[in-house]
């Protein structure tokens, strides 16, 4: 049994670019939520995805967006990258939709713009 | 509402010594509040968790402990050791949510 795999582990794109971030799941999970941790503070919720539909967003403007494949993997997409973008982005899966238990956490990307 | 405040920000004990971080919410409705464990580089794991059903809940050299009425939950770490040196969060969430609500973080460093 895998953890949850995140790719890429590092990346600097500049302002105004466009971002793809993936995570795979651990197996078996069919949840998956995004969270956005920037340097110094507790990670903040972006959006959760459960059998590829969006199930629940934070407060993030649209340009954040995702996708869940049917093998439970997904993707983060930023659009119109900020400076303030900068952060590591966690993404955790579960078997629980909902509710913010049972996850587990891959080890992040972390995205830097410049 | 959706707060949590955790404190201190920073802790540092000798080893062998009692790690203790407190956190505070608001919302009522909050009815799961976890600890996560975060080392540089790694994601967050999850240490121990709670429900509002009990007080206290130990596992190993772990505790938290928690006050329903004053809305408060700490960790206690006994015999803390230099690998416990970490970051930790606290979080909270409830039905009605779908996601954790986390604190700040606090850098712990345990010396030698």
């Known amino acids: 049994e895998t953890g949850v795999t995140q790719s890429p582990t590092h990346l600097i794109k500049t302002r105004g670019q466009q971002v793809t971030l993936r995570c795979s799941s651990q197996?078996?999970?069919?949840?998956v939520s995004w969270y956005q941790q920037a340097l110094g503070q507790g990670p903040q919720f972006i959006f959760q995805?459960?059998?590829?539909?969006?199930?629940g967003r934070g407060n993030f403007p649209p340009r954040f967006s995702g996708l869940q494949f049917p093998n439970y993997s997904s993707e983060l997409n930023v659009n119109a990258l900020e400076l303030d973008d900068s952060a590591l982005y966690l993404c955790?899966?579960?078997?629980?939709?909902?509710?913010?238990?049972?996850?587990?956490f891959g080890s992040g990307t972390r995205l830097t713009v410049v | 509402q959706q707060q949590v405040k955790q404190s201190p920000q920073s802790l540092i004990v000798q080893k062998g010594g009692i790690s203790i971080i407190n956190c505070a919410y608001e919302n009522t409705a909050f009815d799961y509040f976890p600890w996560y464990q975060q080392f540089p580089g790694k994601g967050p794991a999850l240490l121990i968790a709670i429900r509002p059903d009990v007080s206290e809940k130990k596992e190993g050299r772990f505790t938290i402990s928690f006050n329903k009425s004053a809305k408060q939950f700490s960790l206690h770490i006994m015999d803390s050791q230099p690998g416990d040196s970490a970051t930790y969060f606290c979080a909270a969430s409830g039905r009605s949510n779908y996601q954790l609500i986390w604190g700040a973080g606090t850098k712990l460093i345990i010396k030698p």
């Open positions: 955790a899966s579960s078997l629980v939709i909902g509710q913010g238990y049972g996850y587990t």
């Open positions: 197996s078996g999970h069919n949840t």
């Open positions: 995805y459960y059998r590829e539909e969006e199930n």
